[in-house]
C-alpha cells in the first residue's frame, strides 16, 4: 500500500472513535437529563403527598376539637337543667312551707277571735289583763276572714289540711289540695308495651317520668290532649314538683312530639347528650 492510502485509512479510523464519543456523551447527557426529570417528579409528589397528610391532620385535629366543644356545651346544660330541677324543687317545698304557715296563722287568729268573742259574751269572765299575743293578734285583725267550708280547715291538732298546702291551680276559689281540676284519662299500661319517651320534654327527668307513668301517664299524646281543667289536677297531684306542667309548658312540647316533630331539646335527648 502506497503512503497515500495508509493516510487515508487512519484518517478514517480516527473519525470513527470520535463519532462513537460523541454519541456516548450524547446518550450519557440524555440519561443524566433524564434521572434529573425523575428525581424532580419524585420530590414533587413527595411534597403534595406531605401537604396532603398535613391538611388531613389539620381537618381532623379541628373536627375532635369541635366534638369536644359540643360535649362539654351539652354536659354544661345538662348539669344546669339538674341544677334547675333542684330549684323548682326547693322553690315547690318553700311554697308549701309558706302556705302551710299562712293557714296556721290564721287558724290561730280565728281561734284568739272566738275566744275573745266567747270572754265578751254574758256568761264569760273577762281576763283581767291583755292575753300573751292579743296585741299582735287585735293589730292584724281584718287580715283575715272566716271562709267555712272553703278549704281553710285544718286536721286533728290544729294542722293545716292538704288542700291548705296546695295553691289553687284549676281557678275556682277554693283549695281543694289533690282534688284540684280533673283527673286525665289514665293507662294501665303503656300501649303496645312501650311507653315514649317522656324526658324527651323539657322538664322531665327520670325521676319524674317514673312518678308520671305511675299516675297512668305513657305517651306524648296524652299530655298534648290535656285541658286545662286537667293540668291543674296534674299539678297537684305532682308530689315533689308541685305545678311543674304548667311552668315548664308540657302540654304545648307534647303537642310537637306527639305530631311526630321534634325540638331542639328532644334532638338533645335523642342523641345522649342529657341524661
Known sequence: MGASGAAASGSGSDGGVAAKAKDAAASAKETAKDAAASAKDKAKDAAAGAKDAAKDAAASAKE??????????????SAADTAKDAAASAKDAAKDAASSAKAKAKDAAS????????????????????????????????????????????????????????????????????????????????????????KEIKGIGPKLEKLCNSLGFY?????????????????????????????????????????????????????????
Open 64 to 77: 375532635t376539637a369541635k366534638d369536644a366543644a359540643a360535649s362539654a356545651k351539652d354536659a354544661a346544660s
Open 111 to 198: 281561734s284568739a277571735k272566738d275566744a275573745a268573742t266567747g270572754s265578751s259574751g254574758g256568761g264569760g269572765v273577762a281576763a283581767s289583763k291583755a292575753l300573751a299575743g292579743e296585741q299582735d293578734l287585735a293589730g292584724r285583725k281584718g287580715d283575715w276572714k272566716y271562709e267555712g267550708d272553703k278549704g281553710g280547715s285544718t286536721s286533728a291538732g290544729g294542722a293545716p289540711s292538704a288542700a291548705d298546702a296546695t295553691p289553687d291551680y284549676d281557678g275556682d276559689g277554693v283549695r281543694e289540695g289533690t282534688g284540684e281540676g280533673t283527673r286525665p284519662e289514665a293507662l294501665d299500661g303503656p300501649r303496645g308495651g312501650k311507653a315514649d319517651n317522656l
Open 219 to 275: 305517651h306524648f299524646d296524652q299530655i298534648a290532649g290535656w285541658s286545662a281543667d286537667e293540668v291543674a289536677w296534674v299539678n297537684a297531684n305532682l308530689q315533689g314538683f308541685k305545678g311543674r306542667v304548667t311552668r315548664d309548658q308540657w302540654v304545648e312540647q307534647a303537642k310537637i312530639l306527639a305530631s311526630g316533630g321534634e325540638t331542639e331539646f328532644s334532638k338533645r335527648v335523642e342523641d345522649g347528650d342529657v341524661y
